[in-house]
């Protein structure tokens, strides 16, 4: 039997490389028509990168719409995490992208969807004083008493951070309910 290495990766040519670094960067760039045309003929829309980031992830995560869009429509998962558990909404978070983080949410991301440290969307935007993000996100459904697994919800993330705004917010909400 010969010496076979069956997680060993594959051997690619220049060509393939080549190939596979226009596709990323055209994620990263925001380039609709070329992705199209690379979608037209075969690419899978889930493709990731050596990080497990997927276009999808790429496009949302820098802020192109068109291309976000495109992808969704093409088929990309919505709530495929990278290896470190992060989620195209969680990305768009972060950054704060509002049209982006609703296209993702009407092609059915999970608003509450967390890799293994728990963290949501909604902490990411309480995190980073996101208030339209955070206002969105409720509105979506999100469980704003969800906990990551060191036990800091939303709240205790913006207050964390040192994001008045979304803390504030957060609290109001919470004496809402206390007093419903």
């Known amino acids: 039997m010969p010496d076979e290495q069956p997680d060993a990766a594959p051997a690619f040519d220049d060509e393939t490389l080549r190939l596979a670094a226009m596709v990323f960067q055209a994620a990263r760039s925001g380039d609709a028509e070329r992705m199209a045309d690379f979608l037209a003929k075969g690419l899978p829309p889930n493709l990731r ?20 869009r495109l992808l969704l429509e093409s088929g ?19 950054k704060g992208e509002m049209a982006i983080a609703r296209l993702l949410l009407d092609h059915g ?66 004496e809402r309910d206390e007093t419903d």
Do not use: C, I, W
């Not at 990168?49 to 976000?68: C, I, R, V």
């Open 49 to 68: 990168n050596d990080k497990g980031d997927s276009l999808l992830m790429l496009a949302s995560y820098h802020g192109h719409a068109d291309l976000t």
């Open 76 to 94: 990309a998962d919505p709530n495929l995490m990278n290896d470190k558990g992060q989620t195209p909404l969680a990305g768009a978070a972060f």
């Open 109 to 174: 991301a999970a608003v509450d969807g967390a890799g293994p440290d728990g963290r949501t969307p909604l902490m990411m935007a309480a995190m980073f004083n996101r208030t339209e993000l955070v206002d969105l996100l409720l509105e979506r459904g999100a469980d704003r008493h969800a906990r990551a697994v060191d036990g800091v919800d939303a709240r205790g993330a913006a207050a964390t951070m040192g994001a008045a705004d979304t803390e504030a917010q957060l609290a109001r909400l919470a």
